[in-house]
């Protein structure tokens, strides 16, 4: 199954949390067969459903082991894109 997952990432307690956000990006994008796209907001991911989420937990479980950070995520059905 494809799906979206809209996600925005908040490293907590660390003036340079624009660098800790873009590396966080930088990681996903190194996945095959996910597409990441950003704006000033989020960042969207889309591909197979299961694939996301192993990454996600991965991802996310290394740097909530590491640090205090809030995520939040948006998990729709499909290839949801905003249009252009």
């Known amino acids: ?14 003036q340079q949390y624009e660098q800790e956000v873009i590396a966080f990006i930088e990681k996903l994008r190194d996945y095959p067969n996910v597409t990441v796209e ?5 960042t969207q991911l889309f591909g197979e459903y299961h694939t ?6 991965g991802e996310i479980g290394e740097i909530l082991h590491q640090k205090q950070a809030i995520y939040v995520l948006k998990i729709g059905k499909g290839e949801l894109r905003y249009p252009s």
């Open 1 to 14: 199954m494809q799906a979206t997952i809209e996600i925005s990432y908040y490293p907590l307690g660390n």
């Open 38 to 42: 950003t704006n000033g907001m989020s």
């Open 52 to 57: 996301l989420m192993h990454i996600l937990t």
